[in-house]
Structures are given as structure tokens and as C-alpha cells.
């Protein structure tokens, strides 16, 4: 393998670029030199800098549209369980009953110890000291006793009537009670 000899490949690269010199000194060759050349850098530039910060654009713009996506979603599912819970504890703290003389309502707490008849339509008459039963139609059996009714509020301009419920038993003086539970 023969040794490198600079001077010799420098006086043939000379050579050539002396022979491109005079052609790129009209002004043709310069204006489409300086095309070609900006056309380059400019090519280089958008495939080396812009390319990726537009594929990265789009990444976080699809990621975006995703995750607005899986938001709406949520919120969905958030106010459907928010909604579901409302209607099981409303469900939950009312029992169907029905007085002694055949008039439905539901008896629900109030005021953490007080136990009202409510939702009785204004056309049926409820009366003081009537006696007040489950209806059966909640898992409880027909026909237990509630308790009895004390004062009843009819106001006319409301769509339903109520009645306090006084409770035959003081429940903080029982020792032994029976639950009953639904089969399912």
C-alpha cells in the first residue's frame, strides 16, 4: 500500500476547483447555486428540527383528545354513582307504610331522631293517633307496627301531607331486638 502524498492530491483537487471557479462566477450559476443551496438548508433544517416538533405536536394533541375523552367519561360515570347513591339512600331510609285505615305513605327520619309520615297524597285523610304499618313492600313484612300517628301537618298549598310518628317503644331501652332480613 503506497504512503499518502498530500501535495500531489492537493494539486488534483486544486485543479478541479480551479476549473469550477469561472463558472460559478456568472451570475446565472450564482442565483441557482444559492436555490440549490438555501433549498438544502432549508430541507435539512424542516427534516432535522421541524419534522419532530410537529410529530410531537400531533403526540400531545391526540393525547390530549384521549384524555378529554377519558375526562368526559369519568365525570360520566361519577355523576351516574352520585346519582345512584342519592336514589339508594333515599331508598334506604324510607319505608312504604300504610295506616290503620288504608292510607300509603313512607316513613322516613327526620332530624336524627324523629321518625315522620310523608308523600300521603292531600285527598286522603290521616288522623292523630291512628297506628302506623309496614306495607310490605320494601322486604318488610306486612302488617308491623311502626308506631302511632302524633300531630299532622296539612297545608293546602303543598302537594303532600305529613304526620309525626311517635314510636310505641323507646329504642334506647330495648336490650334484645329482631332485625329481619330479605332473602335473596
Known amino acids: 500500500m503506497a504512503a499518502f502524498n498530500y501535495k500531489q492530491e492537493y494539486q488534483r483537487y486544486k485543479k478541479y476547483y480551479l476549473n469550477l471557479v469561472p463558472l ?3 451570475p446565472v450559476s450564482r442565483a441557482y447555486t444559492t436555490i440549490i443551496f438555501s433549498f438544502l438548508a432549508i430541507s435539512l433544517f424542516g427534516w432535522y428540527a421541524i419534522r419532530p416538533t410537529m410529530q410531537t405536536i400531533f403526540e400531545l394533541k391526540r393525547e390530549i ?3 378529554t375523552d377519558l375526562n368526559q367519561k369519568m365525570e360520566e360515570k361519577i355523576s351516574a354513582l352520585i346519582e345512584a347513591q342519592a336514589v339508594y339512600q333515599d331508598i334506604e331510609t324510607k ?3 300504610v295506616t290503620k285505615s288504608g292510607v300509603q305513605g313512607l316513613a322516613q327520619g327526620e332530624f336524627g ?11 286522603k285523610k290521616i288522623t292523630e293517633g291512628e ?4 306495607s310490605g313492600e320494601s322486604g318488610l313484612p306486612r302488617g ?9 301537618d296539612y297545608d293546602p298549598a303543598q302537594l303532600f301531607q305529613k304526620g309525626q310518628i311517635t314510636l310505641l317503644l323507646e329504642p334506647s331501652l330495648l336490650e334484645i331486638m329482631f332485625i329481619s332480613v330479605e332473602d335473596r
Open 24 to 26: 460559478l462566477q456568472q
Open 65 to 67: 383528545a384521549d384524555k
Open 95 to 97: 319505608i312504604p307504610v
Open 113 to 123: 331522631n324523629q321518625l315522620v309520615l310523608t308523600k300521603v297524597a292531600q285527598n
Open 131 to 134: 297506628f302506623v304499618f309496614t
Open 144 to 152: 308491623m307496627v311502626v308506631g302511632r300517628l302524633g300531630k299532622v
